[in-house]
């Protein structure tokens, strides 16, 4: 099995930062993408920003500038520095990645179980 564990949500004042993590484990032979998706009330998910194994690297229009993605492939874990916050990235962030357990086995994609962000006076 795989697990992807998320961690540093919270409540923030607006133009604050918060970094949030997330680490990939059980068994895994490869992680190919790892990334960051949002969720806010009534909205439908969509993506923050991703990692490829790689080192390429995309954001939305909406974050960048203000959010950086880092990656360590060693450990499986990627991180979101989250900069100037505004009220309008309130959100349940998720983390995702795309990995093969088993040499051979398909390209899968797991989920965090989500951390709530607050940017709120």
């Known amino acids: 099995q795989v697990q992807l564990v998320e961690s540093g949500g919270g409540l923030v004042q607006p133009g604050g930062s918060l970094r949030l993590s997330c680490a990939a484990s059980?068994?895994?032979?490869?992680?190919?993408?790892m990334g960051w998706y949002r969720q806010a009330p009534g909205k439908q998910r969509e993506l923050v920003g991703s990692?490829?194994?790689?080192?390429?690297?995309n954001y939305a229009d909406s974050v960048k500038g203000r959010f950086t993605i880092s990656r360590d492939n060693v450990k499986n874990t990627v991180n979101l520095q989250m900069n100037s916050l505004k009220p309008e990235d309130t959100a349940v962030y998720y983390c995702?990645?795309?990995?093969?357990?088993?040499?051979?086995?398909?390209?899968?994609?797991?989920w965090g179980q989500g951390t709530q962000v607050t940017v709120s006076s």
């Open positions: 995702s990645a795309s990995i093969v357990q088993f040499s051979g086995d398909l390209l899968r994609t797991y």
């Open positions: 059980g068994k895994i032979f490869s992680v190919n993408v």
């Open positions: 990692s490829t194994s790689g080192g390429r690297i």
